[in-house]
């Protein structure tokens, strides 16, 4: 019965060794997916369920999966043949007349990858070997927006996965423990993710929500014509560091707010329009505005680790590594950035 929390995996550096099984890492919403007979719930990793966002995968599943079961995997949503978070994102929608345009204009798929029950059997303390064998099993009845995971025991096949399938927009490699029983809301399993660094021009600032100092840098790259485009925040300081930002960004902070190259932004009129910029109410936050962003003056560089970036903005947490003071934010440019070469998402699932 639902809910059950997934089991989640740790960050490592590098392909880890032993006897695992290594997977790709989805960029999805995770789902643990509940089916009695004619009853399908999708349940999510808070424990919320998503079934009335995706009813377009309630037939598909009940065709695919045994009369009694649950099944964990990754809700994804393609754009032409590459994952589409951003399209993802939009599937949550309150409006039962979007979800149902939605459903078709973009329909979801389900990636199973764990079984966690079959009939009466509570197949939780069961070793990841055995569970795997019998998803694969299942596997025989999945078609349509229904596919089974790839998986392997082959570290270098893992290695080229973890290299190639980043094409297909998909962030990094996942290595379960074969021998290792399912854990709800525990960090058992190793997640591989891409990591690399880039140099961005600091626009401002927010404060950390205890105000006791900086919470996160906002910070931007400049495109081909020279325009500087928010690219998200960069996080990670001590309590210490967050006091010391504090002194160290104060003559830097502009007293003119026009001279900043987001001035803009500060017009309610602008809000309104929907326009993406840091602080504004967006999707997420309903009307409520967000922390408040302090502008600063361009005239420093921080680098910064990140792990994707999609449509301009940087995905997942975003790291301060140092400041550059060789460098100015002028040549602080989207040509930093590392494309991997496309690939289809069904050479991933096929895989």
Known sequence: MPPI??????????IPGGDMAFEPK???FRCIVFRDGDEVVLGSRNERPLTRYFPELIEPLKAALPTRAVVDGEIIVRVGDRLGFDALQQRIHPAESRVSRLATETPAEFVAFDVLALADADLMEEPFRDRRA???TMSGAFGGPVHLAPSTLDRERARRWYERFEGA???????KPRDGV??????????VKHTRTVDVAVAGYRMHTDGQGVGSLVVGLHDDDGHLHHCGVTTSFTAQRRRELIEELAPYVLAEVSEHPWSEWMDPAAHA???????TPNRWSGQRQQQPWVPLRLALVA???????????FRGTTRMVRWRPDRTPESC???QIETAPPMGISEVLSA
């Not at 989640?8 to 590098?14: D, F, P, Q, S, T």
């Not at 709800?184 to 190793?190: D, E, G, V, Y």
């Not at 680098?303 to 903005?313: C, D, P, Q, S, T």
Request: proline fraction near 6%; charged fraction near 25%.
């Open 134 to 136: 019998l998803l694969e």
């Open 333 to 335: 440019n989207f040509d």
């Open 303 to 313: 680098e910064v680790k990140y792990e994707a970036m999609l449509n301009g903005r």
């Open 182 to 191: 399912y854990v709800p809301n525990k960090r058992t399993q190793f997640k």
């Open 26 to 28: 989805w960029d999805g």
């Open 273 to 279: 329009e929907g326009t993406v910029m840091p602080g």
């Open 169 to 175: 927009g998909l962030d990094g490699l996942i290595a």
């Open 5 to 14: 929390r997934p089991m989640l995996a740790k960050a490592v550096n590098g």
